[in-house]
């Protein structure tokens, strides 16, 4: 399989491209992503599952793999981790009683921490 990372190749070293990145993840990776899998998605499927511990549980995992697999663009370990990020920002929105700007912050911090890597060619 092909690097699936080759692509940021061009980020390293250019602060315009990494600026505009920035933006676009935080607009479309955090805020985006966020009001789909968690605001929408995770309301929508404990609106079909009992009262209880298992009416989190469920959709919280329903919704984490749908996120994986939407980025199954990416390496296979990529898809994990995703579903797997997908479940803690779930989580978390469950627990910060669904207000879900502090999932759009979290995954926008993720999304931040990781584009410098890029740029400055340590992908």
């Known amino acids: ?4 990372f080759s692509d940021l190749a061009e980020l390293e070293g250019n ?7 920035l933006v676009g ?5 955090a805020m985006m992503e966020e009001m789909v899998f968690r605001g ?7 609106d079909l599952f009992l009262k209880g511990e ?3 549980a469920i959709p919280v995992i329903f919704s984490a793999l749908l996120f994986g697999f939407a980025h199954a663009v990416f390496t296979p370990i990529f898809v994990i ?19 879900l700007w502090f999932s759009i912050i979290a995954h926008g ?15």
């Open 1 to 4: 399989m092909e690097d699936s």
């Open 54 to 56: 298992r009416r989190a």
């Open 25 to 29: 993840t935080w607009t479309m990776g």
């Open 15 to 21: 602060l315009s491209i990494y600026l505009t990145i």
């Open 40 to 46: 929408y998605l995770i309301n929508r499927l404990q």
């Open 81 to 99: 981790l995703t579903f797997l990020q997908g479940v803690l920002l779930g989580s978390l929105y469950i627990y910060c009683r669904k207000n």
């Open 109 to 123: 911090t993720g999304i931040t921490a990781r584009i410098p890597l890029a740029l400055f060619g340590m992908y």
